[in-house]
């Protein structure tokens, strides 16, 4: 069974870069089958995918928010992480990591979701 | 606007069958990507529902299928159980956008 953490700060100030965190369990970020990936939901409303991360180093952004975000793996913590900059209230959301399947593009395993709030 | 489009609520009285729709275009659905399923209940992160289409992962009921035509997939839910209230979500790969969801159905159960 793998297990998916976020971590991170619950409060962002507009214009700030918002930073969180996802560690790994029962699973390695090095597997060649899988994606790590991040997806967000504003209170309220739907889904939003933002990336995904290989364990090359690779990446694949939501080509909407491309411009303002990084994610990054780090192999040797078995975690990943998410960094979106110039946030503003839009961003407000509940961010999810999540392992995506290689070959099909499922989201099979998610964390429990990590409320960020842009206010100052 | 999400990329894939979804009627916002259904309604079922229990023990009948439901369908949600998820229309796409030439760019996901209608280029052969496969559609996931995930049903999630306030404050919950989602539950992989159906994959590939047609496929449900283990545990999930046999309740619960999928199906696909053109640009267009389906979510049909039979025997529907008060459980079964709860929002539902497909997802694509699209050529130009990577992962697209749909903009989610709130189902009511009667």
């Known amino acids: 069974q793998v297990h998916l953490q976020e971590s991170g700060p619950g409060l962002v100030k507009p214009s700030d870069t918002l930073s969180l965190t996802c560690a790994v369990s029962g699973g390695s970020v090095s597997s060649p089958t899988y994606y790590w990936s991040w997806i967000r939901q504003p209170p309220g409303k739907g889904l939003e995918y933002i990336g995904s991360v290989f364990y090359t180093g690779s990446t694949y952004y939501n080509p909407s928010l491309k411009s303002r975000v990084t994610i990054s793996i780090d192999t040797s913590k078995n975690q990943f992480s998410l960094q979106l900059t110039s946030v503003t209230a839009a961003d407000t959301a509940v961010y999810f990591c999540?392992?995506?399947?290689?070959?099909?593009?499922?989201?099979?395993?998610w964390g429990l979701g990590a409320l960020v709030a842009v206010s100052s | 606007q999400s990329v894939l489009t979804q009627p916002p609520s259904v309604s079922g009285a229990p023990g009948l069958r439901v369908t949600i729709s998820c229309t796409g275009n030439?760019?996901?659905?209608?280029?052969?990507?496969?559609v996931h399923w995930y049903q999630q209940f306030p404050g919950k992160a989602p539950k992989l529902l159906i994959y590939?289409?047609?496929n449900r992962p283990s545990g999930v009921p046999d309740r619960f299928s999928g199906s696909k035509s053109g640009t267009s997939a389906s979510l049909a839910i039979t025997g529907l159980q008060a459980e079964d209230e709860a929002d539902y979500y497909c997802?694509?790969?699209?050529?130009?956008?990577?992962?697209?969801f749909g903009g989610g159905t709130k189902l009511t159960v009667l």
């Open positions: 997802q694509s790969h699209d050529g130009s956008l990577s992962e697209v």
């Open positions: 590939g289409t047609t």
């Open positions: 999540a392992r995506r399947d290689g070959s099909s593009s499922f989201f099979f395993y």
């Open positions: 030439n760019s996901n659905i209608g280029a052969g990507y496969d």
